[in-house]
């Protein structure tokens, strides 16, 4: 069912499809078929009162990440504590709710999606439209966290940024308190090679074979070898998370080798968080764990 | 694996390279559609009614709100994305459902990109990737013909 994760997958990077396969191109609709769900049929039913439109037309384990020199450049703010109808909003230490304001925007990255919306500022008052965010399904704590920041937003109604080391969102019983977010950590710049893949924290088969590997070249680049197609791309961060912007797979896979090879790029290309543990480098997205030793010369 | 994130794009496409798919969409209502057309965004037109599955929310319906919706993407947005409503308020959207089919009969409209907030209903509406999006984006083609 590996083609189940078209449903599942969050999109939002580039990867250049020129080298990615020799195979006959097929239907990206076509693949849908191989979801197994049921489904409830619906229609148009009566309409209800006109809704207030904003749209405008025009569970790893939390300690797995997290511990690699942060890098001291800010990249927006960190929520620190949100509160919700009296409710906090649960934040979680390797699921940073990441916010950026600009002169007509707010927009940032939730516990695990992404999230947009236009802004119109008077003063410290500030209306919101056009809302939008990605639909990843990120299950557990994750979706926990995520889905109370979401909800929140709309409800944003005043801004107080005159403090350079805190910013106060409010609405109706709304608060959030956001202080400068240490900004995205250094990736460790040596080869690693492929340990183990965890899902759910239990390990993958046997092993990884044919010795997959991971080299963070630059800031921006890395590369890498699946066991049978070397990688090659580029990355940037959402808030601590990383965030493929281009990736070459190259290269074909024996039957052998494709579910690893799968696993690999399924994590790397989603968005994913890179730790140290111990000795060991750690890259995570919310349900797979690679996990990788340093290769020395 | 294939993805192109950047302005006015959001699709991604996964093969194998061990079968061979039909043209066949999912849609639960009760299972599976042939696809044998496809629509561009030039035809698709406000208050188009359009139906989609999603892995989260199902089989559903609405209209075209919008033709030129902001996209979701990492690049600077793009005024291309379409955005459908249902008058009865039905979500049309939620988090699994990205990648889902968008289509009407057996013609080819677009794969769910991501959603926007409806007060006070919450983030109910759909916004998808038009089909030649999805083609260009990915240099693939939709299947219309087994």
Partial sequence: MRLLSLQLTPIGRVVDVSRVSAAPRAAVLAVLITSGFLAVSCSEATPTPSPTRTSSQGSPSPSHHGSITPRPVAAGWLLQEGLLHGNEIPLLDDYPIILVVTESELRGMSACNQYWSEMQRDDGEIHLSNIRATAVDCGGAIQDSDDAFLSALPKIARIDDSHPDILILEGRELLLRFVPSPGPPALPTSTWQLLRILDSNTQVDAGPLNAPSIAFNSAVSFSGWTGCRRLVGEYTFRGHQVLVTRMEAIGSCPASLERQDSKIIAVLGDGFYVGLRESELWISDSSTALVFAELRP | ?146
Wanted: proline content about 3%.
């Fill in chain 2, 1 to 146: 694996v294939a993805e192109n994130g950047t302005s006015g794009h959001d699709e991604q496409w996964h093969k194998r390279s061990d079968a061979t798919f039909p043209n066949k969409a999912w849609d639960g209502n009760p299972d599976w559609r042939w696809i044998t057309g496809k629509k561009s965004r030039l035809y698709i037109s406000v208050g188009d009614y359009v139906c989609h599955w999603g892995k989260k929310t199902g089989y559903g319906c609405g209209n075209v709100e919008s033709r030129d919706a902001v996209a979701c993407n990492d690049g600077s947005g793009g005024l291309v994305g379409i955005e459908v409503h249902s008058s009865a308020n039905l979500d049309l959207s939620s988090k699994g459902d990205s990648g889902g089919p968008w289509y009407l009969g057996e013609t080819a409209y677009g794969t769910m990109s991501c959603h926007s907030w409806v007060e006070p209903y919450g983030y109910i509406d759909a916004i998808f990737v038009a089909s030649n999006y999805v083609e260009s984006g990915l240099n693939v083609v939709i299947k219309t013909s087994p």
